[in-house]
Structures are given as C-alpha cells and as structure tokens.
C-alpha cells in the first residue's frame, strides 16, 4: 500500500524479514514520565518476539519491566533519500522462566558490555509495523 | 565520566557536534497512549535545537505540536560494538513566525517526500544527554 506522504507499508513478514538483517534498535519508553530512548544489540525470536540482555539493576530494566514498549530498526540511506524502519510494539519483560533463560543464555543476545547480574528482556510482537520510504524531494 | 556499565557520558557540547554529523535521527513521541517512533532527516539550529519538515496535515504534527518529545540519533558499529548515542528532550512546536519560517525555507531541512503543505517543527534542546559505547563483551 501507497500512503498519499510516499511510504509503503510493510507487512509483518516483511517487517521481521527486515528486522532480523540489522543486529542494533532502539527501544522507546518513558522514564521520569519523560519519552526516552536507548540503542540496544537485540536478537529475534522465531516468534517475532525481540530478545535483548541487560543488567538485573539497570534503569531500563526498572522502567520497561511489564510494560508496553515500542521496538524501532532502521536503514535509511539519506545519500539516496531511501531505507526502511520497523516497530514493534508489545509488552517487555523480563525472562524469569529458567529453561527460556537457559536457552537464551545459548542463543540470545550477548550484551555488549561486561555484566554483574544479566537478564534478557523479551519484547512482545503484539504489533509490528513498518514503512519503506523512496527518494523523492520536496520544500515546504 | 565512565558509569558502572561501560558508557561514558558526553556533555552538551560533544552531543551537538555529534548531532550536527548526521542527517537522520528519531522522534520519540505518543501516540494514541502507544511508545512511538519515526526517523526522519533534520538540522540543527544554532541554540541546539533540532529542526524537522512534514506536512501540516500529518499524523506526527498532530501528535507532537505542543508537547516534549524526545529526539534520538546515533551511530553504533556493531562490528567494534562501539558508537554513541545523543537524546534531545524538549517541546516540540510548529513553526509558526513568518520571519522564522522564511529564514528556515532557505537554510532549513528539506522534506524527502513532495509536500502538499509543508511545516517545520522545532524541537527545542532543553535537555541534552549522550553516551559513547567502547567496545566490550557479557554474558548474563
């Protein structure tokens, strides 16, 4: 489909095709009542679900934990005017679960940086939307 | 300053010339009580506050006219796991001045998409904060 602002929309199996090509995203939520936003490594689960690996104390992990987040990836190319972005919205939580986390722990996301108590958060799939964008030019 | 989890604070300063070095970046917005994102290319006006162009009749000016958002951009490599990150926060508004909106029809950003009629938003820098990411590795 053709939005009348030159996006087309991208079904969800497009969306997780895409998703699953870009090894960084972003989550988006809000802290202090305040939006917020943190660029995160992520794996995908076979669900669509999104997998990310963080610290037991972290202050994402205090703001996220059973609520609903929103997920974006991206590849724009401004050069060409052209790229793509996916969001998945669902609730995130923490992977209490020991088997899910045992299997996590062998094909979840490593977190970048060295941690004391990790945890994967899982981000539900309940919605996944996406825009592919074609360059053009326009002025106001 | 290094924090306990590997990301060194940038201040405002660093934050704007990293800014100033890319030519897309996120709003970070609600909509319809929903976590909300959308890349977008954008300039940066001297005080620091990030500049955007769309159509006056689109979902994103309906929701942000009026209201702080926040506004992401970043550049992580994954392969080195290095990169930063820089979040403006600040109310976004529709500019509005004739003078204003003049001075930004030249030296402001330019849709990517043919505008029927077209607005700049302006999101003032009220609160500035980034992070750089040196390279490292963790397993929950």
């Known amino acids: ?24 995203g972003r989550v988006v939520y809000t802290r202090h009542a305040l939006p917020a936003v943190l660029p995160v490594n992520f794996t995908l689960d076979p669900d669509g679900s ?12 205090r703001a996220v934990d059973g609520v ?38 062998r094909t979840g996301p490593r977190s970048w940086m060295p941690l004391r108590r990790g945890v994967f958060v899982r981000i539900g799939s309940e919605m996944v939307t996406g825009r592919e964008l074609t360059g053009a030019d326009g002025r106001p």
Chains 1, 2 share one sequence.
């Open 50 to 61: 999104v997998v990310l690996c963080t610290s037991a104390d972290s202050d994402l992990v």
């Open 1 to 24: 489909m053709i939005h009348s602002d030159g996006f087309r929309a991208l079904d969800r199996q497009e969306c997780l095709r895409l998703l699953g090509e870009v090894p960084v």
């Open 68 to 105: 609903v987040v929103a997920f974006e990836a991206d590849d724009v190319h401004a050069g060409r005017r052209s790229g793509w972005s996916v969001v998945v919205t669902g609730r995130a939580a923490v992977v209490t679960d020991p088997a899910e986390r045992e299997r996590l722990l």
